[in-house]
């Protein structure tokens, strides 16, 4: 495993693409050398939070072993949270949105989310954004929260 994910970084890096595609700003190279090492930029690019969802998002990566410093840690934070803002983001509509916006939006596990839209296709779609909750999987405190950022 950590040789095919080596492998995937150096593409990623060779490419060239994964700098180009994040804005602009003092530390999107710390970003791409940290977090593109697990993640390509879209699965970073596809989440919009605050400073303190971006905090826990970040904790959680550390805590499942990246290698990210205090300082590094704050810097990182700092340019999430400018660059993918909470309040900057549509509405994800739970019908259309792929595998990877639902791990994104929800912090769900790849399988979790691979069930989600297994459970979607089955269902014939979501009618209400509550229909969601029923997918296996899907923490329905995570979908109350974020009720105000979702549509079918």
Not at 2 to 16: A, D, E, I, K, N
Not at 21 to 32: E, N
Not at 51 to 69: P, R, S, Y
Not at 139 to 147: G, L, N, Q, S, Y
Request: hydrophobic share 45%; aromatic share 6%; charged share 25%.
């Amino acid at each position: 495993m950590r040789r095919s994910l080596l492998f995937g970084c150096v593409l990623g890096f060779v490419g060239g693409t994964a700098l180009a595609q994040l804005p602009a700003g003092h530390d999107a190279a710390l970003v791409q050398k940290k977090c593109t090492v697990c993640h390509d930029t879209d699965r970073v690019m596809s989440q919009r939070q605050d400073a303190d969802g971006w905090q826990t998002t970040v904790n959680k990566m550390k805590a499942l072993g990246a290698q990210i410093d205090a300082a590094e840690q704050k810097k990182i934070v700092a340019y999430l949270a400018a660059a993918f803002p909470a309040e900057m983001g549509p509405k994800l509509n739970i019908n259309q949105a792929s595998q990877v916006e639902l791990e994104a939006a929800f912090s769900l596990k790849r399988k979790e989310a691979a069930a989600v839209v297994k459970y979607r296709e089955q269902v014939g779609g979501f009618k209400s954004v509550d229909d969601l909750k029923k997918a296996p999987g899907m923490d329905a405190k995570k979908v109350d929260e974020k009720k105000a950022d979702l549509t079918v």
